[in-house]
């Protein structure tokens, strides 16, 4: 393939709100490696797909406000994916940011 597409906070997020096993600082080591791989892996030979990471959408406390850790996820997401030249498409900001869920559900686009 030319193109290869990961996503990944989703759940990871939510174990880092919960403190399941998950910190912030795991998750970007993890990441880190992740990216890592692929790139030294394909420095090695004429194949070299392009890479789009797809960030977690919002997400929330049960009290009903916007998790603060999809932020934190997505900005560790950035900083490591302009460090290996990798793309992200922003879900949260294109689904249009913090409210999103309850503007697409009384649009009837999510349930």
Do not use: C, H
């Not at 998950?22 to 993890?30: D, F, P, W």
């Not at 990216?35 to 049960?62: C, V």
Request: proline residues 4%.
């Amino acid at each position: 393939p030319d193109l290869l597409i990961f996503q990944f906070g989703v759940n990871e997020s939510e174990n880092i709100y919960k403190k399941n096993f998950l910190t912030l600082e795991e998750y970007e080591a993890s990441l880190e490696i992740f990216l890592k791989k692929f790139q030294t892996e394909f420095s090695k030979g004429d194949y070299s797909p392009n890479i789009l990471l797809i960030s977690p959408f919002e997400r929330l406390y049960p009290s009903g406000k916007s998790m603060l850790e999809v932020g934190y996820i997505i900005q560790v997401q950035k900083k490591l994916l302009n460090k290996y030249n990798f793309a992200l498409l922003d879900s949260f900001e294109l689904l249009g940011a913090e409210g999103q869920n309850q503007r697409l559900y009384e649009s009837k686009l999510i349930q």
